[in-house]
């Protein structure tokens, strides 16, 4: 069973943040995983739907966790 994969506008989009966040996350190591199709400097960056969501479910965690404190 194939998954689906997102490119880094389409989880820009989903997370109405721009590209150029998601940059500076992958940079800093917290936004959601990802992977290269090529390693190195020019390999595209994409991610995981199962992924995506999976950090959004732990980001929704960690905040109602924190409001509830």
């Given at each position: ?63 109602a966790?924190?409001a509830?404190?």
């Open positions: 069973m194939a998954q689906a994969v997102l490119e880094e506008h389409e989880v820009a989009e989903r997370l109405k943040v721009s590209p150029r966040t998601l940059q500076n996350w992958r940079w800093l190591g917290t936004g959601p995983p990802y992977f290269k199709l090529s390693p190195g400097r020019g390999g595209r960056v994409r991610y995981r739907l199962a992924d995506v969501e999976a950090w959004e479910r732990a980001r929704t965690a960690e905040q966790g924190g509830a404190a």
